[in-house]
């Protein structure tokens, strides 16, 4: 069942338009030029997804060759808001893997390039946890976000 | 909530037909059992092949009996290459030459993976899922180096098989 409009002052913010906007090309760009990367080597994504030492050769191959189309049609989706919810939490879940695989590889003490825009890669460290934080929030409040005038 | 569920399929859905059709020469590939020791594409990579423990012995023993231009580098870290490494190693650690100064310090890298007189290379890494290996390797055939060979078993069968073994330089 669909929540219903938001109590009056609690998000004058999240409704405003050009706002969610402003988010949803940050967001969704962000996704695109990850995602585009990463299709044009799935091979190289496929070895950054290895470094984390998590997931077994198969997993490995067959994430580098789907999940990049997954970032590049939620991206693309978030920025023209077409399904613009559903696209807001895939990227949402997606922020929520890539945070706990970093954290996990810091845990571990795995020393890895992130893999997260191929070869403009960096390192998977706080910071990278920092950044995916800041697009989850984002991507978080496209999602809970009711746009004045508009159903979805 | 049903829309919302409708969209999560269709973006998963396209995702699957776009990739499948996009990838379709590479998953034929892995299907047929490439990619199995790492993922490179040796038909890319033309001067790397990966090679058992049994022909490491055999590089390291031609090396000790003076073969030249045949070189032995461990891609770990500076600590793990201290702690015992393959006798006559060169320590080259992935991440210093990737981390070291600044994005543009293309030249040092240039410098730390320049191995003058070595024509046939051996790389290592730490072993199991361990990637440094290849990832050091495709920067050095990028070089130009042409005979670059990734002991996949890495420092982990090389030890366990009770081989010579080198601390600290």
């Not at chain 1, 999240?14 to 990850?34: K, Q, T, Y």
């Not at chain 2, 058992?52 to 000790?64: N, Y």
């Not at chain 2, 006559?88 to 030459?97: M, Y």
Request: aromatic residues 10%; charged residues 20%; contains cysteine.
């Amino acid at each position: 069942m669909e929540c219903g409009r938001p109590p009056r002052g609690k998000s004058a913010v999240i409704r405003n338009r050009w706002l969610l906007l402003f988010l949803r090309i940050i967001v969704g760009g962000v996704f695109i030029w990850a995602g585009a990367l990463k299709i044009a080597d799935p091979l190289a994504f496929a070895q950054s997804i290895k470094n984390y030492q998590v997931f077994p050769n198969a997993l490995a191959f067959l994430i580098a060759v789907f999940l990049p189309w997954v970032e590049v049609l939620s991206g693309a989706f978030l920025m023209i808001g077409f399904y613009r919810r559903s696209s807001a939490l895939l990227i949402s879940l997606l922020l929520i893997g890539f945070i706990g695989l970093v954290a996990l590889a810091l845990a571990r003490g795995v020393d890895t390039s992130c893999g997260c825009f191929g070869s403009f890669s960096r390192r998977a460290d706080l910071s990278l946890i920092l950044t995916d934080a800041v697009l989850l929030v984002f991507a978080l409040v496209v999602f809970f976000a009711r746009p004045s005038g508009q159903s979805d | 909530m049903r829309r919302l569920i409708r969209g999560v399929l269709v973006i998963l859905v396209l995702s699957v037909v776009l990739g499948t059709i996009v990838n379709f020469p590479l998953i034929r590939r892995f299907a047929a059992g490439e990619f199995k020791q790492g993922f490179v594409d040796l038909r890319e990579y033309e001067g790397i092949r990966f090679i058992t423990l049994a022909e490491t012995e055999d590089l390291f023993a031609r090396r000790m009996q003076g073969a030249e231009g045949l070189l032995f580098v461990d891609s770990r870290s500076l600590e793990d290459f201290a702690a015992g490494h393959i006798p006559g190693a060169l320590s080259i650690p992935l991440e210093e030459v990737q981390h070291s100064g600044k994005p543009e310090a293309g030249q040092d890298w240039g410098r730390m993976i320049d191995f003058p007189g070595a024509q046939v290379l051996v790389i290592y890494c730490e072993g199991g899922d361990c990637q440094t290996s290849i990832s050091l390797a495709k920067l050095i055939h990028d070089r130009g180096y042409q005979d670059i060979r990734i002991f996949s078993g890495g420092w982990a069968e090389w030890s366990a098989a009770g081989l010579p073994e080198e601390k600290a330089q």
